[in-house]
């Protein structure tokens, strides 16, 4: 059942809930409960279907990705910037031994598939 506004946990090797359902209009928040540092990814395609054009401060474009920053274990929650148009997406959360750092964000210890649904 969608939900106004849903927050998906980080956890060492899962993502919960996999699947989010929530409703248009609402918004989407991720907390990282693991002892890695993740970050959030989404396919290009998701520009089109977000209701704003500005993803920053939390999320920006690579040549492929929307990615966010990253998300230390325990100390932030990462915000979707705006919410998305009714569909469903597929986002992954790439989980990294190291600081997040550049180099670290090609070479994720883990990747984590996740969908939001929106209604």
């Known amino acids: 059942m969608p939900r106004g506004s849903v927050v998906i946990q980080i956890n060492n090797e899962s993502i919960n809930p996999k699947q989010a359902h929530v409703k248009a209009g609402g918004s989407v928040v991720w907390t990282n409960f693991s002892s890695y540092t993740a970050r959030v990814a989404f396919p290009m395609s998701i520009m089109d279907e977000l209701t704003c054009k500005e993803i920053r401060p939390d ?61």
């Open 59 to 119: 999320f920006f474009k690579t040549a492929d990705e929307i990615q966010s920053i990253p998300i230390r274990g325990g100390t932030l929650d990462l915000v979707l910037p705006c919410p998305l148009k009714p569909g469903v997406y597929d986002y992954t959360a790439n989980l990294f031994s190291g600081q997040g750092t550049v180099d670290d964000m090609n070479n994720p210890q883990l990747r984590i598939p996740g969908k939001i649904v929106v209604k």
